[in-house]
Every structure is written in C-alpha cells, then in structure tokens.
C-alpha cells in the first residue's frame, strides 16, 4: 500500500533532550512537509522540502530543523531551544507536479515534553 | 485577521440531517480548495479537492467554491455518526518559482453526529 508512515506514534521525553520525529513516503512524491497541531489552532507550518537536498523554513522553524537526504524520507529534530515542543507532528507530501496542489498526511506523532 | 476564517463549531447534529461547514478567506490569490477529515488522533485524510469556483459532488459530499464571495462550502447529506470527526478547510495560491503550494488551513470545525 502507498502512503506516509510517522514512527513513533507517541513519543515522551524530559525537556532539555533532542528528540527526531521519523516520516517516510512511498508515494514517489517530491514535496514533504511537517505541520504543528495545536488544539483550536489548526495546522502550522514547521518546514518544507520540494526537492532532495534542499529544504526551507515554513511559519514556526524556530527550535526545529530537518534533513532531506533521500526522496522517501523527512526526519524532523525537535531541539532544545524549542520552548513549546508538546504537540502533534503531521508530515505531509505532495506530488509536486501539474496542478496537484492536495497534500497527503501520515497518522501523526504525539510528542510529549515534561 | 485570519487569512482563513473557520467556525470551530462545535456543532451537532442528528443522523440523516444535512451538515453545512463553511471557511471564508482574504487572498485573492487562492485557486485550490481542500476539505480534509480528521478523526481524534489521527491525520487528516483529504476529502475533496476543487479547482477556482464551482460544485463538485462524491458521494454524500458537495464542496461549493464561490470566488466572488471568497467563501468555500462543504454538505454532507444524510450525516452518519461515522462522519463525526474535525473538518479541515486548506487552501492554496498557484505554485511556481520559489513558490511550493503551500496550504493555509482553517483551524476545523468539529462536528459531532447522534443517532
């Protein structure tokens, strides 16, 4: 089956640790995304990468930072010097070619911070 | 104000009612327009993508783009209580250049179908 795959789906972890979120596609899509869901806030962009080896910040890439090294695959590194890390990490993907503008989610992990 | 205006409800209503969500925006710019589902805990999963105004229909679902009025429309005919999830509108301007489609979401309505 195609599709987008986020590991682990809950994560806990004391505040002061770096901790790397995993999102792997086998969709063939060039775009991925990582996304913040805050409750009643929607979805907030972290960062973005349209192609390998190249990535760019979104709205809120303060205390994240990301790798694109293959095509399947778009870590995200919650750091330390973010100061509100709980919250629930969507990674999306789109094709990236035509007028294919819709995005396609993983299930999400649950990142707890104490 | 919000690029993306979405009434975070929470609205409930019977089965086999018809259910209306709405988003209202400010750019101009928008030509693709996305309804996602969302069931708690889970990721959103997309539920109908349209191009600039007009109707699209699937199923129990309509999406209606109205440009004019900057203001996008979902229906859901003869709700079930498996409909009961957080609605996500998401919207996005033509990519191109150092453009990358991005999409501005809605903050979701959060509907609740009782038998």
């Known amino acids: 089956d195609g599709g987008i795959t986020q590991s682990p789906k809950y994560l806990f972890r004391k505040e002061g640790q770096n901790v790397t979120l995993s999102c792997e596609q086998n969709?063939?899509?060039?775009?991925m995304y990582w996304y913040r869901q805050d409750p009643g806030q929607g979805l907030r962009l972290i960062y973005y990468?349209?192609?390998?080896?190249?990535?760019q910040k979104g709205d809120i890439a303060e205390g994240y930072s990301v790798s694109r090294e293959k095509k399947e695959s778009f870590p995200l590194t919650v750091t330390s010097a973010q100061k509100n890390p709980t919250a629930f990490y969507l990674c999306?993907?789109?094709?990236?070619?035509?007028?294919?503008?819709?995005?396609?989610f993983g299930p999400g992990t649950r990142l707890t911070v104490t | 104000q919000k690029e993306v205006e979405q009434d975070p409800g929470p609205l409930s209503v019977p089965e086999g009612a018809i259910v209306s969500l709405n988003c209202t925006y400010s750019n101009s710019a928008f030509q693709y327009f996305m309804w996602y589902r969302q069931y708690s805990r889970k990721g959103p999963e997309l539920l109908m993508y349209t191009y600039s105004s007009g109707n699209k229909e699937d199923g129990r679902f309509t999406a209606q783009v109205d440009k004019s009025s900057k203001y996008i429309s979902l229906f859901i005919r003869d709700s079930q209580p498996s409909d009961s999830a957080t609605y996500l509108c998401?919207?996005?301007?033509?990519?191109?250049?150092?453009?990358?489609?991005?999409?501005?979401f809605g903050q979701g309505t959060i509907l609740t179908v009782h038998p």
């Open positions: 990468s349209q192609i390998v080896n190249d990535f």
């Open positions: 998401a919207m996005s301007g033509r990519a191109g250049g150092t453009s990358y489609g991005k999409l501005t």
């Open positions: 999306a993907s789109r094709a990236g070619t035509g007028r294919s503008y819709e995005q396609y």
């Open positions: 969709l063939n899509h060039d775009a």
